[in-house]
């Protein structure tokens, strides 16, 4: 659907509407499964999470979720983790834990749903098979 809404908003002035109907999401995915399952292709961040591909290459994702923990009222509550960010290849989704620079991007609004990020050197953490 991700694609899909991209795909609308980019061609703007014609009444694109039809591309997010349920027979164009069920035609996108009729697709998916061919490319996937007939002709042995996977995303890249399919590749990564099924460790067949090392989670240092290069990629592009775009965040597709902020996702900021909730204070709690009560004290006792210990303080929440930082925010996370869900990035997507417009298939899959892979949370990313943030350091203290994209923290700061974050709080900034320089980092926001949407915008493609250019990952090169990552690791994955947990999820070992």
Known sequence: VWKLACLVRSMWGVSNLRWLSRD????????????????????SLRLIMEHDETPSRFVVLFVSQILTPTLSSDPSVPLPSPPHLMLSDGWY???ASCDILLLDLIRKGKIYVGLKLRICGATLSGGDP
């Open 24 to 43: 164009s999401i069920l035609e996108q995915l009729k697709w998916r499964y061919d490319v996937e399952y007939t002709q042995g292709k996977r995303s």
């Open 93 to 95: 989704s892979i949370p």
